[in-house]
């Protein structure tokens, strides 16, 4: 790490996070603590960040492939992959949503901790506002998540997706059912100023 990093702990694992990247939060945490991977399965780690869930999936998972938009979280989160013991099972890439993904490779489980926060930002946003904001109604990369992600999912396949009552889990949960999955909420916590933060699961 070039720059000055933070020191995140989850369980038995170590983090650094640098100063252009997300820091793990409650949303973080909440994820990880219900994160359920199977033995074999393959992996997609949406918006990777320091790489928490796709370091935690790795520990089962035959394979895991982590995306970000944001460079310096893709650069983070190999050196944490190292640190942690479980590079050899990871592919990094950069972009943006499914845009590295190869047509037609499908996975068991996809992980997102999507930027949810609503927020007049639209362009010019820092790598760090990239993590959090998601446009006026903080909807606008869930939908676009939503509607390409069952493309993606192999047939007994699940999605996880943290996001906040602020940006309605209720059209959430229509969008996901309109493209034929099954959705549950597998945990909720809540957080100051009437916000609760919310992990969805849709399955096929």
């Given at each position: 790490m070039h720059s000055p990093s933070k020191k995140v702990f989850f369980a038995?694992?170590?983090?650094?996070?640098?100063?252009?990247?997300?820091?793990?939060?409650?949303?973080?945490?909440?994820?990880?603590?219900?994160?359920?991977?199977?033995?074999?399965?393959s992996v997609l780690d949406m918006g990777t960040g320091c790489g928490i869930l796709g370091i935690?999936?790795?520990?089962?998972?035959?394979?895991?492939?982590?995306?970000?938009?944001?460079?310096?979280?893709?650069?983070?989160?190999?050196?944490?992959?190292?640190?942690?013991?479980?590079?050899?099972?990871?592919?990094?890439?950069?972009?943006?949503?499914?845009?590295?993904?190869?047509?037609?490779?499908?996975?068991?489980?996809?992980?997102f901790n999507a930027p949810y926060l609503p927020s007049g930002f639209t362009e010019d946003k820092s790598w760090l506002e990239h993590a959090w904001t998601g446009g006026v109604t903080g909807r606008q990369v869930i939908d676009r998540f939503i509607c390409e992600a069952p493309k993606y999912l192999k047939k007994n396949g699940r999605i996880l997706l943290m996001q906040s009552t602020l940006c309605d889990v209720g059209e959430t949960l229509r969008r996901f059912e309109e493209s034929g999955l099954m959705t549950s909420i597998v945990a909720e916590r809540d957080l100051p100023f009437f916000e609760r933060i919310v992990l969805v699961k849709a399955e096929r």
């Open positions: 038995d694992y170590v983090f650094y996070v640098s100063e252009n990247v997300y820091e793990p939060a409650e949303d973080s945490f909440l994820f990880a603590e219900n994160l359920v991977v199977k033995e074999g399965e935690i999936a790795a520990e089962k998972a035959a394979k895991v492939v982590a995306v970000d938009i944001n460079p310096y979280a893709v650069r983070c989160a190999k050196e944490n992959a190292k640190l942690n013991r479980v590079a050899d099972k990871i592919f990094f890439a950069r972009g943006n949503l499914f845009a590295p993904i190869k047509i037609g490779e499908k996975f068991s489980l996809i992980l």
